[in-house]
Nanobody, 124 residues
Framework: QVQLVESGGGLVQAGGSLRLSCAASGRTFSPYTMGWFRQAPGKERDFVARIRWSGGHIYYADSVKGRFTISRDNAKNTVYLQMNSLKPEDTAVYFC?????????????????WGQGTQVTVSS
């Protein structure tokens, strides 16, 4: 069984930065793709960014391109989301997810494991 634990959320002013972390644990952890999603109150869970665990194949939602950076540390089984120039519309619960078989695209249903989420609030 794989467990994902997010951390790093919080309250920040517009224009500020946060770095989210997602630590994975499990007997054997070798995902195909790791992704970040976010969900605002009353809205669907939206794709933010994803990265192939082997490296490369990095994709971002248009709304965060140029502001967010996804990275991973295989030795630590951790994926990160560096968020800069934050805007109030970035306010949401952020989830990390792991796709253990091939795939792992922009749709939540393509992922097998999810973290519990971490709240990010950006004040204006």
């Amino acid at each position: 069984q794989v467990q994902l634990v997010e951390s790093g959320g919080g309250l920040v002013q517009a224009g500020g930065s946060l770095r989210l972390s997602c630590a994975a644990s499990g007997r054997t952890f070798s995902p195909y793709t790791m992704g970040w999603f976010r969900q605002a109150p009353g809205k669907e869970r939206d794709f933010v960014a994803r990265i192939r665990w082997s490296g490369g194949h990095i994709y971002y939602a248009d709304s965060v391109k140029g502001r967010f950076t996804i990275s991973r540390d295989n030795a630590k089984n951790t994926v990160y989301l560096q968020m800069n120039s934050l805007k109030p519309e970035d306010t949401a619960v952020y989830f990390c997810a792991a796709a253990v078989s091939s795939g792992g695209g922009p749709a939540p249903k393509q992922y097998d494991y999810w973290g519990q989420g971490t709240q990010v609030t950006v004040s204006s």
